[in-house]
């Protein structure tokens, strides 16, 4: 089983950046997968999830600038990043589940610096 997280970087406040996370040895559509961050000396925090049917949840302080998406074809998790601040920098790991299971990917480092 393999997570691979993808597409951090160090980018101004106010600009985007995509998260990718390519799935293998999963049956990916099956499992509600997500993103969580953690920051410098903080605990690790759910940042959104989508689960098999689609249905999505963020976290307060990012609603209505990230989007979750997933793409079952190419077992591909989304999180588009948008109006970045400083407080979201952090390391960006994405997450899969079922019942019986949950997968972590290695974490893409997000820094938003002026």
């Known amino acids: 089983v393999q997570l691979q997280a993808s597409g951090g970087g160090v980018v101004q406040p106010g600009r985007s950046l995509r998260l990718s996370c390519a799935a293998s040895g999963i049956v990916f559509r099956l499992h509600v997968v997500g993103w969580y961050r953690q920051a410098p000396e903080k605990q690790r925090e759910l940042v959104a999830l989508?689960?098999?049917?689609?249905?999505?949840n963020y976290t307060d302080s990012v609603k209505g600038r990230f989007t979750i998406s997933r793409d079952n074809i190419r077992r591909t998790l989304y999180l588009q990043m948008n109006n970045l601040t400083p407080e979201d920098t952090a390391v960006y790991y994405c997450?899969?589940?079922?019942?019986?299971?949950?997968?972590w990917g290695q974490g893409t480092l997000v820094t938003v610096s002026s």
């Open positions: 997450n899969a589940v079922t019942s019986r299971s949950t997968y």
């Open positions: 989508i689960t098999s049917d689609f249905n999505t």
